[in-house]
């Protein structure tokens, strides 16, 4: 996804960026959707496969973006190296 220049719509997958021609196809293809399904975004996402479609604007750009798969959990705390107590709070006098 060029900032600069380009195409004004852009179609990421999994946060990969599609060619123009194949973006502007994915897009043209979702309006049509929408037109006759009005909001039903998570319906395109099922008839293509996917887990989810999120239109966006980045950038002076129409982002549409296509997550495969559901988002994965996010990351958790790294333990506390072994023999490190927890902090403590302060009592206030």
Do not use: C, Q, Y
């Not at 990969?16 to 006759?36: I, N, Q, R, T």
């Not at 998570?42 to 549409?64: I, N």
Request: proline content about 12%; charged content about 30%; aromatic content about 4%.
């Amino acid at each position: 996804m060029s900032e600069e220049g380009g195409s004004r719509l852009v179609a990421l997958i999994d946060g990969a960026p599609l060619p123009d021609e194949e973006a502007k196809a994915l897009w043209k293809e979702f309006s049509a959707h929408m037109d006759e399904h009005r909001g039903d975004m998570a319906g395109f996402a099922k008839k293509k496969g996917w887990h989810s479609v999120v239109p966006e604007h980045r950038k002076g750009k129409a982002v549409l973006v296509v997550n495969t798969s559901a988002a994965p959990a996010p990351p958790k705390a790294p333990p506390r190296p072994l023999g490190k107590p927890a902090p403590r709070k302060r009592k206030r006098s």
